[in-house]
């Protein structure tokens, strides 16, 4: 099957730059991928991380059969918006635009179109599920976990990584990354947002941003997933070090779920090499980017696509 790719302009409230993966096959169904948080490029790849994660994600999904979109965020790279004060409605806005878009493409089954969010894309393309009909969804690194669980888990290990450290940076971090001060940190963060009437900050997330994360919990995470009624794949590795897999436990009596917690699988599905720590996670990420992503991971998500659509 000859794959080709197509940058494309997708006009929304603001254009958004993305990437058409397609195949020559007269109608297909679709996957659109939405990214974690931050600012990388639609390939997973930025200033110091050139991890081309999304990219090998769309290669995958072409070669088996999927057409296949990936976008850039609001703001960067080839899209048009303002970074700094965009939302979490905003973001979901702008994939439900790509959605749209790859619908009305001529060589797509409009009613097959999954979304596969990764981290926060899977926050993302959950809450897309409750306004927008789609076919599945593929949930990476973030399934039935809200904004301010994750942030905890976070610093759970954090705290626990310096436990173990020894030596004066261990006494330092120690002191200054416990439970209890990570989470004092956490809540001022998001009080400030609560009480600021701006969007937009300079020095840190968008007040704007914060104040829609807080708004939705796991528990509400949890109960659209369980009313969507339409195929979930969720997977997080065991060594994940952003999300925690047990948060998986929460949806895997929902029929039509499927959840995989592979062992000695992290944030970017790769098999970590003994050096798993959080203090020192983007040059993990960076390191094993240039391994393929894990091949059980890979043979998983191709056998629930297969099964499905």
């Not at 997973?44 to 050139?50: D, I, L, P, T």
């Not at 596969?116 to 409750?130: K, R, V």
């Not at 994360?213 to 979930?232: A, C, K």
């Not at 970017?268 to 959080?278: F, H, M, P, T, Y």
């Amino acid at each position: 099957m000859s794959i080709r790719e197509e940058r494309v302009r997708i006009e929304g409230k603001f254009a958004i730059g993305a990437t058409i993966t397609r195949n020559d096959a007269e109608i297909s169904p679709a996957i659109v991928i939405v990214m974690g948080t931050g600012k990388l490029d639609r390939d997973g790849n930025g200033k110091g991380m050139n991890l081309n994660f999304y990219r090998d994600l769309a290669d995958f999904f072409g070669n088996k059969g999927f057409v296949v979109a990936r976008f850039d965020k609001r703001g960067t790279h080839e899209s048009e918006g303002d970074f700094n004060s965009t939302g979490l409605n905003d973001l979901v806005d702008d994939a439900i635009s790509v959605v749209r878009y790859v619908k009305q493409l001529p060589y797509v089954d409009e009613n097959r179109v999954v979304v596969c969010g990764h981290s926060e894309g899977a926050m993302i393309a959950t809450l897309m599920a409750e306004r927008e009909d789609l076919a599945g969804l593929i949930l990476l690194g973030g399934a039935a976990t809200g904004m301010k669980d994750g942030l905890h888990y976070q610093s759970m290990e954090v705290e626990q990584q310096s436990k173990d450290m020894k030596g004066l940076k261990g006494m330092i971090l120690r002191r200054s990354a416990s439970l209890e001060k990570s989470e004092a940190k956490s809540a001022k963060m998001f009080e400030k947002a609560r009480n600021s009437g701006k969007d937009k900050s300079m020095l840190g997330p968008s007040p704007k941003w914060l104040r829609e994360h807080e708004s939705h919990s796991t528990e509400d995470y949890v109960s659209i997933l369980r009313s969507f009624g339409r195929p979930v794949l969720a997977i997080t590795g065991k060594s994940d070090l952003n999300v925690d897999y047990r948060q998986l436990d929460n949806i895997r009596d929902i029929p039509g779920i499927s959840c995989y917690a592979p062992d000695g699988i992290n944030h970017i599905l790769r098999k970590v090499d003994g050096d798993n720590s959080i203090l020192d996670i983007k040059k993990q990420y960076v390191r094993l980017s240039r391994e393929p992503i894990d091949e059980d991971v890979l043979r998983t998500i191709g056998e629930w696509l297969g099964s499905n659509f």
